[in-house]
């Protein structure tokens, strides 16, 4: 068990396991039906009249995706729930459209690509395009076929500032964490090797031709280095 949670607080556990139950989209049917247990146990945990057993609890925390720690009350609740504002949403979505729209726009006048010839290129319709480029939102599909017709890389289409674009980098950095080996992730979280981690950030800077460079260079120096000639008392 981490050590982050050294008690629990039973009012706070019983709001944590309601939000988080909420978030997650099931009902407490469904999470009683995972969990075996009757609906009325359940229901006295989120109403703060029991604790969970520790066992209980993690099956809770793998169901709704939600750290240990959090549901305890260690960590941060709001940190690991996941629940979009709906006008938020719209807002980012028009914005979004917008940029697309403008990117498709830009390249076909710059390449000088009529409607008519970009949608005999692409099987799109000349009236879809141009709605397209008002601010319409293409179909993945036909947007890929325009890309490649506009010479435009879909990844830098790809939103990466917004809330939508941020919740995307941190799934796909929690991806490549999961393909390290537990000692390299013991490694990189123990406190002792910060010292290395920003060594190997620095050497990382300056690229591998100048340190395989720098390497021969020190080769050669060690070659004609008289070292038999080197008093150890005096260096």
């Known amino acids: 068990m981490n050590n982050e949670m050294q008690s629990i607080q039973n009012e706070q556990l019983s ?3 309601v939000n988080a139950r909420e978030a997650s989209g099931k009902s407490i049917k469904e999470i009683c039906s995972l969990l075996s247990i009757p609906t009325s ?3 006295n945990y989120e109403k703060g009249k029991y604790i969970p057993s520790l066992p209980e609890l993690e099956s809770l925390s ?3 995706r939600i750290p240990l ?6 960590w941060k609740m709001d940190d690991f729930i996941h629940a979009p504002d709906t ?3 719209q807002h980012l979505i028009e914005i979004r459209q917008g940029i697309i729209s403008t990117r498709l726009l830009i390249a076909r006048e710059k390449l ?3 409607y008519k010839n970009l949608s005999q290129i692409t099987g799109v319709s000349t009236a879809r395009i141009k709605r397209y480029e008002k601010g319409d939102s293409p179909p993945l599909d036909e947007l890929i076929k325009i890309c490649e017709a506009l010479e435009i890389d879909l990844f830098e289409l790809i939103d990466q500032d917004s809330p939508l674009g941020l919740w995307q980098q941190k799934q796909n950095l929690h991806k490549e964490i999961e393909e390290i080996s537990g000692e390299m992730i013991a490694f990189f979280i123990d406190p002792e090797n910060l010292t290395h981690l920003k060594l190997a950030q620095e050497v990382s800077k300056i690229g591998l031709e100048p340190l395989n460079k720098l390497s021969t260079a020190l080769s050669e120096v060690l070659k004609v280095m008289p070292f038999e000639n080197i008093d150890p008392e005096n260096s």
């Open 15 to 17: 709001k944590n396991l």
């Open 41 to 43: 146990r359940l229901r």
């Open 62 to 64: 793998y169901i709704y």
């Open 69 to 74: 720690n959090a549901l305890t009350g260690a």
């Open 87 to 89: 006008d938020q949403l």
């Open 112 to 114: 000088d690509i009529s």
